[in-house]
């Protein structure tokens, strides 16, 4: 089993529509959560944290379910500008104070005008 | 904003070289990475350091080796270069604690803009 698994890409979706990515973490003792977005050929960069209350960034929602082991991304009102690979992102609690993650594969959004 | 810098965009080098892959990074940060991707593998870790002069193997050290002697750079040292080592190359920085988001966020880590490395 993967450590962090993420739902099978790619979607392609037209503009304006709502889109959810989901993703699976297997070690129930990771504390930190992340999206991270990748544009082709360029660096991973931060999208968001998730926190386990919950949290939104504009057309973007993060939930966490901590019993499930699940993380999800909610984008509304898709903007051709989102087409980029989204990766799921977890700490590795072995080593808490290293700043070490474990990154999901990614799952690509192409958004269609 | 934090950077981190990598000497080199592309790269092309013939089977057999040695080669040298620098990242600097200008916050201070304490850890540093160095990751490969390739399509539909994802991003690896190669190695990872805590602090200067420490280094930890990462998923798939074998055939690399690292060198942190400042705190600001780390190197990725391929001692003897294979084809198969043709990929992308990430070096990645992060420091540990509270960040001013909420004061929750933190292990995020920033990226370089990546180095593409072609073994002829």
């Known amino acids: 089993r993967k450590e962090v698994e993420q739902d099978p890409g790619p979607f392609n979706v037209p503009e304006g529509a709502t889109v959810a990515f989901n993703c699976t973490y297997s070690n129930s003792a990771s504390q930190s959560f992340f999206w991270y977005r990748q544009d082709c050929r360029k660096e991973p960069k931060l999208l968001m944290s998730?926190?386990?209350s919950g949290n939104e960034d504009g057309r973007f929602t993060a939930q966490l379910n901590r019993a499930s082991q699940y993380i999800s991304l909610l984008i509304r009102d898709s903007k051709l500008s989102d087409s980029a690979t989204y990766l799921c992102?977890?700490?590795?609690?072995?080593?808490?104070?290293?700043?070490?993650?474990?990154f999901g594969q990614g799952t690509e959004l192409s958004v269609k005008p | 904003d934090v950077k981190v810098t990598q000497s080199s965009r592309y790269l092309v080098k013939r089977t057999g070289e040695k080669v040298f892959l620098e990242c600097v990074q200008d916050m201070d940060h304490e850890n540093m990475f160095w990751y490969r991707q390739d399509p539909g593998l994802g991003l690896r870790l190669i190695y990872f350091s805590y602090d200067v002069k420490m280094k930890e193997k990462g998923d798939i050290p074998e055939g690399y080796s690292v060198s942190r002697e400042k705190k600001e750079r780390f190197s990725l040292i391929l001692e003897s270069a294979s084809t198969n080592q043709t990929s992308m190359y990430l070096c990645a920085s992060t420091s540990v604690g509270w960040s001013g988001q909420g004061a929750r966020a933190k292990n995020i880590q920033y990226f370089g803009a990546g180095t593409r490395l072609s073994v002829l």
């Open positions: 992102v977890v700490n590795d609690p072995i080593y808490n104070q290293g700043g070490k993650l474990i």
């Open positions: 998730v926190y386990s």
